[in-house]
Structure formats: C-alpha cells, structure tokens
C-alpha cells in the first residue's frame, strides 16, 4: 500500500514536472514575446520590460527561475494586465468551480440513477430509453449543446434567464457540461450494476427474503459503485476542459476563457500558471480517485 | 514398378509397408457420412453474421456509407464551389447573403424570370454569399479524413510501440511503459490546445512552398498532436494482448524453430488480435472528430476557406438567432458522423470482442 501510494505521488510529480517543462519551452518557441504585440515599442522600453522579467535571459535559465519562485508559491504577475495571477486565478476558480462542481455533483447522481433504473429494468422500454439517450448525449460535441440550448430555451422560449453576471444563471451551462459525463456514468453504472446483480450473494440474500429494496441499495449499489469511482478522474478533466467550451458559449468568465485568452496573447506567466494549476488538479484528480478505488475495492491487493 | 495404386508393391522383408489387402474400399454411402453437416465457420465469418444480426450496427454502417459516397460524388458535379461567391450571369452576386434554404436571391429571381434555370440552394448560403450545402459536404469530408488519419496514426506508433514493448518485455517493457505512464497522465486537451498553438506558428514559416502547407499547418499540428499523445491507449492495448497472446504454444513452436521476433510479432501474434486493435480504431475516429471540432470551434482548427464541421459549427454562433439554419445542419452532420461511428464500434465489439462472445 505504502509502496502503492509513494510511487503513484512521484509519477504525479514528474507529471506535472513534465508538463510545466512542456509549456514552458513550448510557449517560447511561438515566435514574438509578450511586448512585441504593443503599439510602437521602443527598443529601450522594450529592452527594459524583458530584463524586468528576465526574458532576455535563455530560455533553460528563465525556467530554472520560474520554478525556484513557484516552489515559493510565487506566480508572478500578468504581463497584460499586471496583475497579481494567483489573484485572478482564485477570483477565475471559484466561478469554474462552481460551474464544473454542480455539473460534477448533477452527472454522478443522475448518472448512478439512470444507470440503477437502466440494469433494474434490463431490455425493457425504460432501459432502451435510457441507452438511447445516454448514446445520443455522448454524440454531441459540448459547444453544440450549448449553443442549441442556449438557442432553443433562453433566446426563443425565453424560459431561462441568460447568463450574465448580475443574473447568473447556471441551469443552461450546467446542463450542457454534465450530459456527456453522465452518460458515460450510466453506461459505466449500468455494466457493472448488471455484472453485480449476476452474483451468487445477491442469490443468497433473496433467498433468505431480504426485500428487494435492500438487495438493491445495500447488496448491489454499494459493489456496483466501485468501478464508478475510476471515472471520477477522467470527469474532473473532462469538465475542466469542457468548461473552457461552454464558459466561451455562455460568456461565463472562468478560468477556461482565462486559459485560451492568455495563449492568444502569448501572457507567459498566464498560460504557465493556468497551465501548472490546471494539470495539477487533474493530476490530483486522478490519483485520488485510483487510490479511492484501489482502497474501497478489497478484491486488488497492493504488491 | 507399376504406377497403379490398387496394385501392392512387393513387400521388402522387415519393411514396414502397409498391406493394402487388410483395407477396403469406402462405400458410396460411407463417403456421405463424412460430409459436413454444417458449413464450418471462420472467426471473421462467425463476426460478419454476428454483426449482421445488430440492426443498430447496420443502419449505422448504411447511413455511413451513403454519407462518403456523398461527399465524395455530389462535389464533382454541384454548380457551386466552396470558396467562391455565388455567380450570376458571371458576375458575383452580393444579394445572395444568408439565404435561407431553398430560397434564392433577388438577381438569381430576375435570371430565372429570364429563362435561366438555377441549382437551389439546399442548405442556403452564408454570409459570403458561398452555397452552404456544398461548405457542409466538404466540412464533413475535412472533418472524416482527420479522423480517419489521426486514428491510422494513433494505430500504427501504437502498434509498433505496443508490440516491441509487449514481446521483449523485461527492462526494455519497463522503461517504454513508464514513458506511456506518463503521457498518459498529461491532461490531454490542455497539451492539444497548447501543442496545436505553437506547432501553428512554428509550422507556418518552415512549411510554406511545400505540398505540405496545401493541407494547413494547423491540421499537420492537429495530426502531430494526435501522433504525439493519444497513440497511448493503443500502445497499452496492444502490449496487453500480445502478453497474453506470446504464452501460446504455437509462438513457443515458432521460436524454436529459429523465426525472428518480427516474423513471430507480424506472422503468429499480431493476426489474433486484430479484432480487438480494429474495434479500438473504430472507435477513435468519433474521438478524433470531437477533439478536431473542439479545436476548431475556439479557433485552432483547419484554416479559412476550408471549412470543417467545428469551424462550420463556430462561424454560425455569430447570427444564431437569424440565422439558426447554419448551425443546425454542420451540428446534425457532426453527430451523426460520430452517432454512427460510436453505434458501429459497439457492434463491432459485441461481434469480434473475444471477451464479449460467448
């Protein structure tokens, strides 16, 4: 176990190790700086900016700096806005998270149910109906979604409010994030809710007449969880990601416009900062939900 | 010596020669009775009828097949190109802005009052006066070749990587499995988005005047992505089944008698897992079309005048609400490209998945 879990953290760490190394030199070979967009830079100005934030310095240099001041919990300052980007990042975050955080808790919950409902009702009309939704949401790309949504319910049967920051209304946004991950959790539920309730202790715990509720919630549900716990990585990265899309549909300003905008204007300390917090919530993602899964399922022995 | 087979040689002493005279002809009748009740039936061939049965699999298969031929026909002789305006009588015709479908503009109203006769536009026009059914075909044709290429790139660094990795296993497996571990781990559309923004502008000046900058630096950075990151699954794939697969006893025959590991990993241990890799192929192509159209839609896809079905997709979002029929038709396209390919991986996985036959 202990052997399991040192080893899982190192690889996270050189993962993002990797990962900040990756950005870092590849946001430098995009010809042009941060400065050399601005209007009429002087050569002394610009000289100036790049010595202050030692971008005349090379480029392994640059990182080796960066890194000694991120290990001080320092991201430095945007070089757009001059702002402090550890601010931005917190202000960003708590709107991405909020978003991501609702559409995670919705997809796991309607997720497990319909997967539940779907195994319970096996080749019947409920469970037909059910996969044939869950095949068709996984079909659609998020920004189209989104935009049909936001179409069809808030700009032509006005039922909902757009978004905006003096009305935010998360029902839209939310939906269009959670559908694919809770399609992909009620296909996972539904497998191995049907592998479950093939079991002999289930047999035996309806012979002895436990009642059928019980079977299902305590027998069946609790097992049949656990391979769902795997997926939970993947979802945070997918809704992180698939925020960037719907955050730019609904003009929801989260980290995800954060992101894209910072590389469009080449903002280095930006990408690299949205970049670095980004992976490691996904790596850490990950990692938790691997050793939740190894620690809950008693069938995997560490070795 | 007599050629006549019915006829005995002469038995040599000791010999070990088989007396024929002990044996009797087979029967008419006899012969019968080893004709084979039932056609035997091959792997492939058991799958085919399998897959045949899956009404999902077919129709999606069908919709599939029209669609190709589709977009590879109805182009070579439809009246309107993809990156020109609208001509009338020669001359460009502004007034075709943003029609509707089958609608047509007040010039072309007057040519066909003057006798002319006019192709519809089925799908309308946009907002530069191009005919959108045409711009729809061939998006739909950019978005299935990245797919489709994307995956045959993921499936051949896959393969090789997988099969010299699963078959000399060891230290060599250890390190090039730590390696995919950890690309693996990469968050993966972070790294697309980044890798295609910098691979755009570092392609752009060292591929112009090649017959590669025809295909647009941003799709060669799209394919270098997926040849750089999502080979990974395959490679894992593919390493699993040939460790399973190289314990038979017919690799073992096949080592013994002296063949070379390439002809061992080509000859005996790729051909049984075909199936498995192909299903994973099968369904990496809806994978690809998503990650491309994801691309495209924030502005890193295929380049203006070709459209894709993202980019078709993320132009329209402007006058949505006008205009709702430009969304509508590259977003019906995408998902039934990707709808048909997810139903047609899962039937070819139900039929050829030696894990799922029972």
Not at chain 1, 75 to 104: C, H, N, P, W, Y
Not at chain 2, 211 to 230: H, Q
């Amino acid at each position: 176990m202990l052997k399991y879990t040192v080893k899982r953290v190192l690889l996270a760490v050189v993962t993002v190790f990797i990962i900040s190394a990756i950005t870092f030199f590849a946001m430098n070979a995009i010809p042009g700086g941060p400065f050399s967009k601005e209007k009429a830079p002087d050569p002394a100005v610009q000289a100036m900016l790049e010595a202050r934030f030692n971008l005349d310095k090379p480029v392994p240099q640059q990182f080796v700096i960066y890194l000694g001041n991120l290990l001080h919990g320092d991201f430095g300052i945007s070089l757009k806005t001059g702002r402090d980007i550890s601010q931005i990042i917190t202000e960003k975050f708590a709107v991405s998270a909020k978003l991501g955080g609702m559409a995670a808790g919705f997809a796991i919950v309607l997720g497990l149910i319909l997967g539940s409902v779907a195994a319970l009702c096996r080749n019947r009309w409920p469970d037909r109906l059910i996969i044939f939704l869950t095949t068709l949401f996984v079909s659609v790309p998020s920004f189209i979604l989104a935009t049909i949504l936001l179409l069809v319910f808030a700009l032509t049967l006005k039922w909902v409010g757009v978004f905006s920051a003096n009305n935010p209304n998360y029902v839209l946004p939310v939906i269009s994030l959670m559908l694919y991950p809770m399609s992909y959790i009620t296909r996972l539920t539904k497998s191995s809710m049907l592998d479950v309730l093939g079991q002999d202790y289930i047999r035996t715990a309806r012979a002895k007449g436990v009642r059928d509720s019980l079977v299902i919630f305590k027998h069946a549900l609790r097992n049949a969880l656990i391979p769902v716990i795997t997926y939970v990585g993947p979802m945070v990265a997918y809704i992180l990601t698939g925020s960037m899309v719907v955050e730019t549909v609904f003009t929801i300003g989260g980290l995800g416009t954060e992101f894209v905008r910072s590389i469009n204007n080449q903002d280095y300390p930006m990408i690299m900062a949205t970049t670095i917090f980004l992976a490691v919530l996904m790596v850490v993602a990950t990692l938790v939900s691997d050793m939740v899964y190894k620690l809950v399922d008693p069938k995997i022995t560490f070795d | 010596m007599s050629n006549n087979p019915d006829v005995m040689p002469k038995k040599q002493f000791l010999s070990l020669q088989i007396d024929l005279k002990k044996f009797e002809k087979a029967t008419e009748e006899e012969k019968t009775q080893h004709e084979t009740m039932r056609e035997s039936t091959t792997f492939f061939r058991d799958g085919m009828r399998k897959l045949r049965k899956n009404p999902l699999a077919m129709i999606s298969l069908v919709v599939l097949f029209c669609l190709v031929m589709t977009i590879i026909i109805v182009p070579m002789f439809y009246p309107y190109s993809y990156e020109q305006m609208i001509t009338v009588n020669g001359k460009r015709d502004k007034t075709a802005k943003n029609l509707a479908p089958f609608t047509y503009s007040k010039n072309e109203l007057k040519a066909i009052e003057e006798g002319q006769e006019i192709f519809p536009h089925i799908f309308g026009t946009d907002e530069l006066c191009r005919d959108y059914f045409i711009r729809v075909l061939y998006g739909a044709r950019v978005s299935l070749a990245v797919g489709l290429f994307a995956s045959l790139i993921v499936l051949v660094i896959g393969l090789l990587y997988g099969s010299v990795s699963g078959y000399f296993g060891g230290k060599v497996d250890m390190v090039m499995m730590r390696i995919v571990d950890i690309i693996y781990s990469l968050p993966d559309t972070l790294m697309v988005i980044l890798l295609s923004v910098v691979l755009t502008q570092v392609l752009g000046t060292s591929l112009q005047g090649t017959a590669l900058a025809k295909v647009g630096t941003n799709m060669i950075s799209l394919f270098v992505v997926f040849g750089v990151l999502y080979w990974v699954g395959m490679a894992r794939l593919v390493r699993g089944q040939i460790l399973s697969i190289k314990t038979n006893e017919y690799v073992l025959a096949a080592r013994a008698m002296g063949a070379k590991p390439g002809r061992i990993i080509r000859r005996h241990i790729l051909p049984n897992c075909m199936s498995v890799i192909f299903i994973s192929v099968a369904l990496q192509i809806p994978s690809a079309i998503f990650t491309e159209s994801f691309l495209s839609f924030i502005g890193l896809g295929v380049q203006a005048p070709m459209p894709s079905l993202g980019s078709l997709a993320n132009a329209a979002r402007g006058g949505m609400q006008s205009y709702p029929y430009k969304m509508v038709f590259p977003a019906l396209f995408i998902c039934l490209i990707v709808l048909s390919f997810n139903l047609l991986g899962d039937g070819l996985r139900d039929a050829f998945d030696p894990k799922l036959r029972r």
